[in-house]
């Protein structure tokens, strides 16, 4: 069966914000341009939930605004729509962005690099959430990192030159909330899937001939 995730959903007041994010409709939905409009606000209504890819749609009033919390994080980190000090303002002063799959943490001023690293390679750059689970304080979301590579790419080799490739990379997030704000989100990023799209490939023969 043929999912519809390449294409946007409406999402009635609460979600209409986001703008370009891109959010997979279920299979019987149809699906037609999210409109842009105020802020997300800290509810969302039982029709904003049927629209979304939510593995359970029965939340609490305190489950719908954490979701509210992480959707508009999204959406301030999209390549039309980005603000780095609201993605900043969605952690707590200790709140802390990790990087797993590079191995790498961020706090306070260096929040803001998070969203402008993947804006800078990928200027278009939006998430397709295709799967959300909400539990509490904790929001699991399956998704896809979009663009187009049109920015450099600093390596330890040199200076990558943006090609124009389209990269689809495969992400898993994890969002842990406290009080309304994000106190750690770890997020998996298939790097080797992003390079490899970028026209990037690790050099395997080189490490071989070092032993």
């Not at 209409?16 to 969302?44: K, R, Y």
């Not at 080799?157 to 842990?176: E, I, Q």
Request: glycine share 8%; hydrophobic share 45%.
């Amino acid at each position: 069966m043929k999912l519809l995730s390449r294409k946007t959903i409406t999402v009635a007041a609460a979600i209409a914000s986001l703008g370009g994010l891109a959010i997979a409709a279920a299979p019987t939905q149809a699906a037609s341009p999210v409109a842009s409009s105020a802020a997300v606000h800290a509810d969302l209504t039982p029709g904003d939930l049927a629209k979304l890819p939510l593995t359970n749609r029965h939340l609490t009033k305190h489950e719908r605004a954490n979701l509210a919390v992480v959707l508009r994080a999204y959406h301030v980190a999209e390549g039309d729509n980005l603000d780095v000090d609201a993605f900043v303002n969605s952690f707590a002063k200790d709140g802390v962005f990790n990087d797993v799959v590079a191995g790498q943490s961020y706090q306070g001023e260096a929040l803001g690099g998070v969203p402008t690293y993947m804006a800078n390679l990928f200027p278009d750059v939006h998430r397709e959430l295709k799967r959300i689970t909400v539990n509490g304080d904790v929001v699991s979301i399956e998704l896809s990192i979009q663009g187009t590579f049109e920015g450099p790419l600093q390596s330890p080799a040199g200076t990558v030159k943006p090609t124009g490739a389209r990269v689809d990379v495969p992400t898993a997030d994890f969002w842990y909330l406290h009080n309304g704000k994000v106190e750690k989100f770890n997020c998996y990023v298939g790097y080797s899937t992003m390079y490899a799209q970028m026209g990037i490939n690790f050099d395997w023969a080189s490490a071989v001939d070092k032993h």
